[in-house]
């Protein structure tokens, strides 16, 4: 919009009939511009607050506007070495009180000359982008993230990557300042901006206004560049998320190996310029890079997370997740029934838990011991939990309920609670047990035992004492992942690739709180394998190769989960969105179930060695 400044030179000279059919007399002519101005407010609603500053922006283009001035002042900065003789001084531009169409005039002056050839520049953006030795971003369209390939030749490409961006940063005016990228504007030939900037005058251009946006004004919602192509009646700034989400996670990587490398200063200009780059992604990735980079920060500023949290807090963000994917549930029904088949034939039962939690695996036991055929065994049940802060006995709270339906379904129950700050504290006499004629016992651990490798010696002790209870059955429930190597950039690797793809599954959540509650649960997940060391980093995954050399080791052997697992299992996942994405596995007698053939959680179960040996001859 060109807007005419004739008013401003008072004329007492009564109009002519040709002056007037161009801009109207001077009392006429103002009010009839002021009448239109407040009409234009009302219709378009303008920003009131720049309005008085004599800039006029609608309400709805601030987020728009704000992103244009960002995009003239990276132009500007790109284009200062070779000076910008394309705005010669005979140039006249729009009125910068209207300042998005001013915008438009400044960027279309300032684009790539017309020898720019978008073919070969796309072409060379494509050939990049295939370059590169990892596919952890889908298409620009997708959010899915489920793999990445990073091997050790990438760490110094990383560094060089890092220090680039490092240098950007650092000859910046601002704290935060988006990576540098290129950006392709819409083009306009030379004659369409002289023919529309020919009816204004030189002379009447205000001096230019600069406005200073945030960073939340700088990047609008991600849907917001999605404009059909029948309305793009403007330039507008293309901007390439594929591109973007390259270098989030060639950022991230630098920011990893400059932690590693105790650059501090490095890498905390790395770590601002992820959260600038998080902000342009949608879906499971602008999440997932926002908890890393939340992490990476943590631990160069040393603020480590706090552990334990509450457990309240804990158990409540447990029983979101345990809502929001079938991860849980996929962990407790295996396990139920390795132990269920264990247990035939038995008249007395006694399961021992490591991971009592709010006791959410037990209700369905029960319910299928009430069903055995010649009646349900007598039920004992042991749990084992953390202490609570508020002095709470949580644990016997637990048993309570899991009493009062034992009693509805006619099953005779028993329950003890046992609160230690580690499963390294137990000893087998604490457990009364009974004659392994009179009672057959049962071990479940569900996301438990991988806390005991942060403390040397303390995995041996526990499953030494587990061969002390004589158990019929021992279900383990861990994660599919190696977080505990001792490389800080290979766990940071492997760790960005398991929880984009955690990420990534919970995309389909129909509950938008529990779904957000499960995102935090994961969260403190990734801050505790990333910021913290020593004792303090409890989240050691590890894979189903390494826990079996080391159950193996300690005189177990593996029980192969029957097929009748592996069928209900699959019928499980058909509850959560159909079951599109989820996978079961068989892996040697265990059971996986992965995202999109990507293993995320492995159950398996274990006897004693000469049990087994004994059963087997």
């Known amino acids: 919009m060109k807007r005419d400044h004739s008013h401003l030179q008072p004329n007492p000279d009564p109009p002519t009939v040709g002056s007037s059919s161009v ?18 407010q009302q219709d378009c609603g303008m920003d009131e607050l720049l ?38 001084s005979e140039t006249v531009h729009y009125n910068p009180s209207d300042l998005s169409t001013w915008l438009e005039s400044m960027l279309s002056e300032l684009n790539p000359p017309s020898t720019f050839d978008p073919v ?3 072409g060379t953006t494509a050939a990049a982008a295939a370059s590169l030795d990892n596919s952890f971003l889908g298409p620009a369209e997708s959010s899915t993230v489920t793999t990445v390939d990073f091997d050790n030749n990438n760490n110094q490409k990383y560094q060089n990557i890092g220090q680039q961006i490092y240098e950007e940063a650092s000859c910046s005016d601002y704290d935060l300042k988006a990576i540098p990228g290129k950006a392709i504007y819409s083009q306009k030939t030379q004659s369409q901006t002289q023919d529309s900037s020919s009816s204004s005058t030189q002379n009447n251009v205000k001096p230019e206004k600069r406005l200073k946006s945030t960073s939340s004004d700088i990047f609008p919602p991600v849907a917001s560049y999605g404009v059909p192509a029948a309305e793009q009646t403007r330039p507008v700034v293309l901007v390439d998320s594929q591109e973007n989400g390259i270098r989030l996670v060639h950022a991230l ?30 879906g499971a990735m602008r999440k997932v890079a926002t908890c890393f980079a939340e992490a990476l920060a943590r631990r160069i500023y040393r603020l480590y997370p706090q552990k ?26 295996t396990a139920n029934q390795a132990i269920l088949e264990a247990f035939q034939g038995k008249k007395r039962v006694h399961v021992i838990d490591f991971s009592m939690n709010q006791g959410m695996q037990w209700p369905a036991l029960m319910q299928a011991l009430a069903l055995r055929v010649g009646g349900p065994p007598a039920f004992r049940l042991t749990g084992i939990g953390p202490p609570s802060h508020d002095n709470t006995d949580h644990l016997q709270e637990v048993g309570w309920k899991l009493a009062q339906l034992a009693e509805t379904i006619h099953v005779e129950f028993e329950y003890r609670g046992f609160v230690a700050n580690s499963l390294a504290d137990l000893d087998a006499s604490m457990l009364d047990l009974r004659p392994s004629e009179v009672e057959a016992v049962a071990v479940n651990s569900v996301f438990e035992l991988h806390n005991l490798l942060a403390r040397p010696g303390a995995i041996d002790k526990v499953l030494s004492v587990v061969k002390q209870l004589k158990p019929e059955i021992v279900t383990i ?70 826990w079996r ?18 069928k209900q299992a699959s019928m499980l996942l058909a509850l959560f969105a159909g ?25 398996c179960a274990w006897k004693l060695a000469n049990k087994a040996t004994a059963i087997a001859h």
Not at 57 to 80: G, P
Not at 311 to 332: I, N, Q, R
Request: aromatic share 8%; glycine share 8%.
């Open 23 to 40: 801009c109207g007399g001077y009392r006429t002519g103002k009010a009839k511009m002021w009448e239109e101005e407040s009409a234009a």
């Open 51 to 88: 309005a008085v500053l004599g800039y006029k922006v609608k309400t709805s283009d601030m987020a728009e506007v704000a992103q244009k001035l960002e995009q003239l002042e990276e132009v500007l900065c790109n284009v200062q070495d070779d000076g910008i003789s394309q705005l010669a």
């Open 120 to 122: 070969v520049s796309a």
């Open 253 to 282: 990587m630098a920011c990893a190996e400059a932690v590693q490398q105790n650059n501090l200063n490095l890498a905390e200009a790395l770590v601002k310029q992820i959260g600038f780059l998080a902000i342009s992604q949608a």
């Open 308 to 333: 334990p949290i509450h457990h309240t807090l804990s158990d409540v963000l447990y029983m979101h997740f345990y809502e929001t994917c079938p991860y849980l549930k996929f962990a407790h029904f």
């Open 477 to 546: 429930v861990e994660q599919e992942a190696n977080h505990n190597g001792p490389v800080f950039v290979d766990r940071f690797t492997e760790s960005l690739h398991y929880y984009s793809t955690l990420f990534d599954s919970l995309e389909g959540s129909v509950n938008s709180q529990d779904k957000v509650m499960s995102e935090v649960y994961l969260g403190n997940q990734i801050c505790n394998v990333v910021a913290c060391e020593g004792v303090d980093r409890v989240e050691r995954h590890e894979t189903l190769t390494q």
């Open 549 to 566: 050399n080391r159950l193996e080791s300690a005189g177990f052997a593996p029980a192969h989960l029957g097929s009748n697992a592996f």
């Open 579 to 603: 079951g599109d994405g989820y996978g079961v596995e068989e892996n040697n007698g265990c059971l996986s179930l992965g995202w999109h053939n990507r293993p995320l959680i492995t159950t």
